[in-house]
């Protein structure tokens, strides 16, 4: 008989599982290992390991004997253990394992037999008694045997974990005596371990937890294995434990985070690493309006604000990248629309691999919070009674004022303000009246400056206004007339009409200090000068812009009064035809006969007039005086055309074309005897409404013409679009001629363009024949200038007609 064939034949027909490990690596399994853990053929075995066919729990305790054995140490050669099938389900098994010599090689051969059928276990467990004893000493979990419900005997694991001395101490006690008296879920330890016995007898194995007490008292959470055997013919219980307050603590730890998630203040929403979120909390939902379902799936860009730019989040997502975490404010929407500033803290964490797999973001809402601040600033900052800036801010606006002064080589003026005689109400009326007062000065003041303007409150009855933007000291004094005719108009206080006023000091930054405190102290010092001269009036820190100041407003005053008292008057220049000489028009200028002071030349009055706003009255006084002028003509046979001139403040009057009509007809005066000459800035600030107000003009018959041409911004694009009939050549290209190139070159240019427009062009200025010649030459329609004739009064220019041929 071959031995090796009938050792394969009965390895091959065994009913027990076998195999041959080589340090816990299978090097060949039987068919019966196979079928015993669900494998299809004992092939597909070589090369697994063989803790994978034990219980997880199982494979400490195992792979420890496993290594004993291969290194000769002492180890079980009989033990029970739970295996696993490939399904995953579990069995209980006898194992008993020993080594073998083979081709210079040891191995481990084991034999395994299912032992969860309760008959098997118990014909099993009865053969191998003995072997069963040993093994349950030496199991390093803690192992009882109950008999009647008692222990009757355990192991050394067994006592340690109790905490007592010795077995004997353990022995015949109902497991109840060794436990709280109630289970965890409330069932008393005795009726809950005799239903448990009880079942275990039923149904062979049975798992559960218990929690346990140790001799100390402390508490033991266990799972609990009892399984049905018989000892020496007699019903037991082997039963085993395992200390399990490791897994109760994370689950403890887990209960308190989840309650933790669910309760808190603060929103918290979890992302996976794309930044789709994977839930959030309820005080997320209560903070952003939107439910979990509604956001689940999406990304946390549904509640963008778009208060923050791509580069805030590029930096927020760096810095997650870089340190795994970000902190700030944001400012995100809620369902409803509402913007909410959020106070975020956003951290990376890592997944089992050691890589981030979930971002945490924790927030919470401190839109309210900073509301309230921004209410404390805004009383730090701000006069409690008026509402106006403080000192405080006063002082932040004008440190910003002269900043952006300096860079612009631009001035600041600060306004000091003293009201006058406000002690007087104040006393006599009570401080409520006081009050009132003052709260309608701050009214009156913040409506005659512009709203870049700063006022200011500095306590008691002194007021500051600063003023940014502004051409020149006349600018500053006007502001300062103004509000000092506004705080004149009395007020009603207690069904009283009350008279107050102000005076005013003004410091100019630079030429007047360089920094807040100097201007405001020079502005003080003004004031009072102001309130010397007599109340209710404005002094300049600085004398010399007194009396330029005092001046324009001198000249303001009586240019008022110069209309109604007929020092206004308007002479006339002729325009001639270069080729013939005849007569082509008349430029009406205006004359101001001043009383005391002479002639008073128009760029002196007129851009004073402008700033005023007196520039309408005066100019309608104009079109009438040039319409009464021509009629006059008209009758005495003289068919001249007249130009006047409008300027850019009066262009901007809606109803110029239908009070010029109205004045065309009271004068019984055909529009086409009219012309207009505008500047290019009159018609360029707003080319749309210029385009529409100058067609209206053309269609009463009027001719436009577009005076100091050259000096501006001409946009030839616009120029074709705007109906001009005539350009003027600035004087300032007519001067140097014929001598000077670039100006020629310009002049020929302007006239070249003129002829492509088919437009007339008219040279101003022109005071010498060579000056004459070169236009003539240049191909120049007409000419105006002290070479035929300066501007005449109406009277002389009858003369200077009949004169000419
Ligand atoms: P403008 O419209 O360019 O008027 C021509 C100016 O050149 C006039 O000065 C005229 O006296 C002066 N002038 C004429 N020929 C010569 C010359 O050969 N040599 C020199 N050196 N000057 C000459 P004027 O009368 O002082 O007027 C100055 C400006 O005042 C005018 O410039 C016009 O812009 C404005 N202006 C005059 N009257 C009125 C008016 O009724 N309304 C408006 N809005 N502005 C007016
Ligand atoms: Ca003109
Ligand atoms: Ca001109």
Same mark, same amino acid.
């Given at each position: 008989?071959?031995?090796?064939?009938?050792?394969?034949?009965?390895?091959?027909?065994?009913?027990?599982?076998?195999?041959?490990?080589?340090?816990?690596?299978?090097?060949?399994?039987?068919?019966?290992?196979?079928?015993?853990?669900?494998?299809?053929?004992? *092939?597909?075995?070589?090369?697994?390991?063989?803790?994978?066919?034990?219980?997880?729990?199982?494979?400490?305790?195992?792979?420890?004997?496993?290594?004993?054995?291969?290194?000769?140490?002492?180890?079980?050669?009989?033990?029970?253990?739970?295996?696993?099938?490939?399904?995953?389900?579990?069995?209980?098994?006898?194992?008993?394992?020993?080594?073998?010599?083979?081709?210079?090689?040891?191995?481990?051969?084991?034999?395994?037999?299912?032992?969860?059928?309760?008959?098997?276990?118990?014909?099993?467990?009865?053969?191998?008694?003995?072997?069963?004893?040993?093994?349950?000493?030496?199991?390093?979990? +803690?192992?009882?045997?109950?008999?009647?419900?008692?222990?009757?005997?355990?192991?050394?694991?067994?006592?340690?974990?109790?905490?007592?001395?010795?077995?004997?101490?353990?022995?015949?006690?109902?497991?109840?005596?060794?436990?709280?008296?109630?289970?965890? *879920?409330?069932?008393?330890?005795?009726?809950?371990?005799?239903?448990?016995?009880?079942? #275990?007898?039923?149904?062979?194995?049975?798992?559960?937890?218990?929690?346990?007490?140790?001799?100390?008292?402390?508490?033991?959470?266990?799972?609990?294995?009892?399984?049905?055997?018989?000892?020496?013919?007699?019903?037991?219980?082997?039963?085993?434990?395992?200390?399990?307050?490791?897994?109760?603590?994370?689950?403890?730890?887990?209960?308190?985070?989840?309650?933790?998630?669910?309760?808190?203040?603060?929103?918290?929403?979890?992302?996976?690493?794309?930044?789709?979120?994977?839930?959030?909390?309820?005080?997320?939902?209560?903070?952003? /309006?939107?439910?979990?379902?509604?956001?689940?799936?999406?990304?946390?860009?549904?509640?963008?604000?778009?208060?923050?730019?791509?580069?805030?989040?590029?930096?927020?997502?760096? $810095?997650?990248?870089?340190?795994?975490?970000?902190?700030?404010?944001?400012?995100?929407?809620?369902? *409803?629309?509402?913007?909410?500033?959020?106070?975020?803290?956003?951290?990376?964490?890592?997944?089992?691999?050691?890589?981030?797999?979930?971002?945490?973001?924790?927030?919470?809402?401190?839109?309210?919070?900073?509301?309230?601040?921004?209410?404390?600033?805004?009383?730090?900052?701000?006069?409690?009674?008026?509402?106006?800036?403080?000192?405080?801010?006063?002082?932040?606006?004008?440190?910003?004022?002269?900043?952006?002064?300096?860079?612009?080589?631009?001035?600041?003026?600060?306004?000091? &303000?003293?009201?006058?005689?406000?002690?007087?109400?104040?006393?006599?009326?009570?401080?409520?009246?006081?009050?009132?007062?003052?709260?309608?000065?701050?009214?009156?003041?913040?409506?005659?400056?512009?709203?870049?303007? #700063?006022?200011?409150?500095?306590?008691?009855?002194?007021?500051?206004?600063?003023? /940014?933007?502004?051409?020149?000291?006349?600018?500053?004094?006007?502001?300062?007339?103004?509000?000092?005719?506004? !705080?004149?108009?009395?007020?009603?206080?207690?069904?009283?009409?009350?008279?107050?006023?102000?005076?005013?000091?003004?410091?100019?930054?630079?030429?007047?200090?360089?920094?807040?405190?100097?201007?405001?102290?020079?502005?003080?010092?003004? @004031?009072?000068?102001?309130?010397?001269?007599?109340?209710?009036?404005?002094?300049?820190?600085?004398?010399?812009?007194?009396?330029?100041?005092?001046?324009?407003?001198?000249?303001?005053?009586?240019?008022?009064?110069?209309?109604?008292?007929?020092?206004?008057?308007?002479?006339?220049?002729?325009?001639?035809?270069?080729?013939?000489?005849?007569?082509?028009?008349?430029?009406?200028?205006?004359?101001?006969?001043?009383?005391?002071?002479?002639?008073?030349?128009? @760029?002196?009055?007129?851009?004073?007039?402008?700033?005023?706003?007196?520039?309408?009255?005066?100019?309608?006084?104009?079109?009438?005086?040039?319409?009464?002028? !021509?009629?006059?003509?008209?009758?005495?046979?003289?068919?001249?055309?007249?130009?006047?001139?409008?300027?850019?403040?009066?262009?901007? $009057?809606?109803?110029?074309?239908?009070?010029?009509?109205?004045?065309?007809?009271?004068?019984?005066? +055909?529009?086409?005897?009219?012309?207009?000459?505008?500047?290019?800035?009159?018609?360029? *600030?707003?080319?749309? =409404?210029?385009?529409?107000?100058?067609?209206?003009?053309?269609?009463?018959? &009027?001719?436009?013409? !577009?005076?100091?041409?050259?000096?501006?911004?001409?946009?030839?694009?616009?120029?074709?679009?705007? +109906?001009?009939?005539?350009?003027?050549?600035?004087?300032?290209?007519?001067?140097?001629? +014929?001598?000077?190139?670039?100006?020629?070159?310009?002049?020929?240019?302007?006239?070249?363009?003129?002829?492509?427009?088919? !437009?007339?062009?008219?040279?101003?200025?022109?005071?010498?024949?060579?000056?004459?010649?070169?236009?003539?030459?240049?191909?120049?329609?007409?000419?105006?200038?002290?070479?035929?004739?300066?501007?005449?009064?109406?009277?002389?220019?009858?003369?200077?007609? =009949?004169?000419?041929?």
């Amino acid at each position: 008989m071959d031995v090796s064939q009938t050792i394969k034949g009965l390895f091959h027909s065994a009913v027990d599982a076998i195999c041959a490990h080589r340090d816990g690596t299978i090097v060949v399994a039987n068919p019966a290992f196979a079928r015993l853990f669900g494998y299809a053929s004992a *092939d597909d075995m070589a090369g697994k390991r063989v803790l994978d066919t034990l219980a997880p729990e199982e494979r400490e305790r195992i792979g420890e004997f496993i290594r004993r054995r291969a290194t000769g140490i002492d180890a079980p050669s009989f033990y029970a253990a739970t295996g696993l099938r490939r399904d995953g389900s579990r069995f209980e098994m006898e194992v008993g394992a020993s080594m073998f010599q083979g081709d210079g090689e040891s191995f481990c051969v084991a034999v395994l037999r299912d032992i969860s059928d309760a008959a098997a276990a118990k014909r099993h467990l009865v053969e191998s008694e003995e072997r069963f004893r040993n093994l349950f000493k030496l199991s390093p979990d +803690p192992t009882w045997i109950i008999q009647d419900n008692r222990f009757v005997e355990c192991n050394r694991a067994a006592v340690a974990i109790l905490g007592y001395p010795d077995e004997d101490s353990l022995k015949n006690v109902h497991p109840s005596e060794l436990s709280p008296e109630f289970q965890p *879920d409330g069932e008393a330890s005795f009726t809950k371990a005799e239903r448990m016995m009880g079942l #275990t007898m039923a149904n062979g194995l049975h798992r559960f937890e218990w929690t346990h007490k140790r001799r100390d008292g402390s508490l033991l959470p266990a799972e609990v294995t009892l399984s049905a055997t018989l000892l020496q013919g007699k019903p037991s219980i082997y039963c085993s434990w395992r200390d399990i307050s490791e897994r109760h603590q994370a689950e403890a730890q887990m209960r308190l985070a989840a309650g933790v998630f669910d309760s808190t203040q603060e929103g918290i929403v979890v992302t996976d690493i794309d930044g789709t979120i994977v839930s959030v909390n309820p005080a997320f939902t209560r903070i952003t /309006g939107y439910a979990g379902c509604e956001v689940i799936g999406k990304t946390p860009a549904i509640l963008k604000s778009h208060h923050q730019d791509q580069n805030f989040y590029r930096a927020m997502w760096a $810095d997650l990248r870089a340190r795994g975490e970000w902190r700030g404010e944001l400012w995100n929407r809620r369902k *409803d629309g509402e913007a909410y500033l959020e106070w975020l803290t956003i951290s990376a964490v890592n997944g089992p691999d050691g890589k981030p797999a979930r971002f945490v973001a924790v927030f919470s809402d401190v839109t309210e919070l900073r509301r309230k601040d921004d209410q404390i600033r805004h009383q730090a900052y701000h006069d409690a009674l008026t509402g106006l800036p403080n000192r405080f801010l006063l002082g932040d606006r004008l440190d910003h004022a002269m900043e952006m002064a300096r860079r612009t080589q631009a001035q600041v003026a600060v306004l000091f &303000l003293d009201l006058d005689r406000f002690k007087i109400v104040n006393d006599s009326l009570g401080h409520h009246e006081g009050d009132k007062l003052l709260v309608e000065v701050a009214r009156r003041i913040g409506q005659t400056v512009r709203k870049s303007d #700063t006022v200011s409150r500095l306590g008691g009855d002194e007021f500051v206004v600063v003023l /940014g933007t502004f051409s020149d000291s006349t600018e500053v004094a006007l502001v300062a007339e103004k509000i000092i005719a506004s !705080l004149s108009k009395p007020l009603r206080l207690s069904g009283k009409a009350v008279h107050t006023g102000t005076s005013i000091g003004i410091a100019v930054f630079p030429q007047d200090g360089e920094d807040a405190a100097t201007l405001l102290k020079n502005a003080d010092t003004a @004031m009072y000068q102001a309130k010397a001269a007599g109340r209710s009036c404005f002094r300049f820190f600085d004398r010399s812009m007194n009396a330029l100041a005092v001046r324009r407003l001198e000249l303001e005053a009586q240019l008022r009064q110069a209309m109604e008292a007929g020092q206004l008057e308007l002479h006339y220049q002729p325009k001639v035809v270069v080729e013939t000489g005849a007569l082509a028009g008349l430029e009406a200028l205006l004359r101001w006969n001043h009383p005391e002071q002479g002639w008073i030349p128009p @760029m002196e009055f007129i851009p004073l007039a402008e700033e005023s706003g007196l520039i309408i009255p005066l100019s309608y006084w104009v079109v009438e005086e040039a319409c009464r002028h !021509l009629a006059q003509w008209r009758k005495a046979g003289i068919q001249a055309k007249v130009a006047i001139n409008l300027s850019a403040r009066q262009f901007h $009057d809606d109803k110029l074309p239908q009070r010029i009509e109205a004045i065309l007809q009271r004068c019984k005066v +055909p529009g086409s005897a009219l012309e207009i000459e505008l500047t290019e800035g009159s018609v360029m *600030d707003e080319p749309r =409404r210029a385009i529409v107000i100058l067609q209206r003009l053309r269609a009463l018959g &009027l001719r436009i013409s !577009l005076d100091d041409f050259g000096t501006g911004y001409s946009s030839l694009a616009y120029l074709k679009r705007f +109906p001009i009939s005539t350009v003027k050549i600035d004087r300032s290209f007519v001067m140097d001629l +014929p001598d000077d190139p670039e100006d020629a070159a310009i002049v020929r240019a302007i006239l070249d363009l003129a002829r492509g427009l088919n !437009l007339d062009v008219v040279a101003e200025g022109v005071e010498t024949a060579e000056q004459m010649e070169f236009l003539r030459a240049a191909g120049c329609g007409q000419i105006q200038g002290y070479y035929f004739s300066p501007p005449l009064p109406a009277a002389e220019l009858g003369e200077w007609l =009949r004169k000419k041929p």
